[in-house]
């Protein structure tokens, strides 16, 4: 009898633990459904890098947090490289990110919200004080709006580095005549760097909006999609950013 007992016993205590670990699995699931991975570049000073290295900050990590926060996400923010980044956006695991509509390695693997996120200065910089050769420095990746290929096809050769950073120091070093970048990051790297190249020139300059960028491949591409659409849809600002900045004043 004492036998049975135990047996019925540790069945119903076995019955408990099963029942709460999938309770604990379903409250999980339910938490990492209302999880967003926001994905960004280093692009100060809209995104900045932090001081381990790892993680970053800057308006555009604090705006899209924000957004996605007013819609009841939680936020993760992951920072690496746009190689890194745009092969984790392939694959689903970054939900979304910001960008320009000509970057190459996103077509077709997301969809934009129509809404302007923020206007960017795209330039052409130029050492006059360099012989003519046609090289320029520029970020692995980036097509900048069509940019890259008119200038390849004008028998310019690129050469690609990592982030916006490390492009505008090959151009300040003197290792490329040209620099294709953006004004934001270029003038955040001037502003702080002991020495710079003095007199460049501007040749070309074009104002290029940005866009939330949803990866196809993310579970919650329509629900984000649909959400953000709803949140822009009747706003009268120009940007996101913009909009953003005005509620919180």
């Known amino acids: 009898m004492y036998k049975k007992r135990s047996i019925i016993l540790l069945s119903f205590l076995s019955s408990l633990l099963i029942s709460a670990a999938a309770?604990?699995?379903e409250i999980r699931a339910i938490g990492n459904e209302r999880t967003v991975v926001l994905g960004v570049v280093e692009f100060p000073p809209?995104?900045?890098k932090d001081n381990d290295g790892i993680g970053c900050h800057g308006q555009a990590v604090e705006v899209s947090s924000l957004v996605l926060e007013k819609l009841g996400y939680n936020v993760s923010v992951e920072c690496p490289p746009p190689a890194r980044l745009f092969e984790r956006i392939r694959k689903g695991h970054v939900d979304?990110?910001?960008n320009v509509r000509g970057t190459t390695a996103l077509e077709n693997n997301v969809t934009f919200v129509e809404k302007p996120f923020s206007f960017l200065s795209l330039m052409i910089m130029t050492n006059p004080k360099l012989d003519e050769r046609?090289?320029?420095?520029a970020i692995?990746?980036?097509d900048y709006e069509g940019l890259r290929q008119e200038l390849e096809d004008d028998d310019y050769i690129f050469v690609d580095m990592a982030n916006s950073s490390d492009a505008i120091q090959m151009f300040q070093f003197g290792r490329t005549t040209h620099l294709v970048t953006y004004e934001g990051p270029y003038m955040a790297y001037i502003s702080s760097a002991p020495e710079v190249i003095k007199d460049v020139a501007i040749s070309i300059r074009r104002d290029i909006p940005t866009f939330f960028a949803i990866s196809k491949?993310?579970?919650?591409?329509?629900p984000l999609l649909k959400q953000l659409d709803d949140m822009?849809?009747?706003t009268d600002t120009d940007t996101i950013i913009e909009l953003m900045k005005?509620?919180?004043q």
Request: proline share 0%; glycine share 4%; aromatic share 8%.
């Open 140 to 142: 692995r990746g980036y």
């Open 246 to 248: 005005a509620e919180s």
């Open 46 to 48: 809209l995104v900045i």
């Open 23 to 25: 309770q604990t699995q």
């Open 217 to 222: 491949a993310s579970k919650l591409k329509q």
């Open 96 to 98: 979304i990110t910001v």
């Open 134 to 137: 046609k090289t320029v420095a």
């Open 232 to 234: 822009f849809r009747s």
